[in-house]
């Protein structure tokens, strides 16, 4: 069941990272709540190595994703995965802490997708380690 919830997170994570990304390279505004969005968007510390911050989401985000899928084709992979996906998740919630104290502190806006994102890799991660420590 754990499993099912980080394969369903992980795409609505996939889902959240392409729509941010697309507005960064198109240069298009984000539909927002606030105006934290647009201010994070045309920020130059968004970008990491000249890289915008939802790519790396969206590459970490498929990874969870089909690694929790092939977790569901063998029992072997269930159990060999899984640390991968602790990992994987833990190294997302590293990341997600230090972009929100650059948002918070650097770039001083706060976007609303980044942090629907921010808390959905907490709940991946919280997951992924209780599904660990119980197995």
Known sequence: MKNRLIFILSIAGVAIAV???QSFLRDAPIVCI???CEIVRKSPASRLFGIPVPGYGLVGYTMLATLAF???TSTK???QL???IVGIATGGVAFVVWFTYTELF???GVCTWCAVSAVNMVGIATLAWVEYRNK
């Open 77 to 79: 992979l269930e159990r």
């Open 106 to 108: 650097v770039i001083r």
């Open 70 to 72: 092939l977790r569901t």
């Open 34 to 36: 606030n105006s934290g």
């Open 19 to 21: 729509y941010v990304l």
């Open 82 to 84: 899984l640390p991968w």
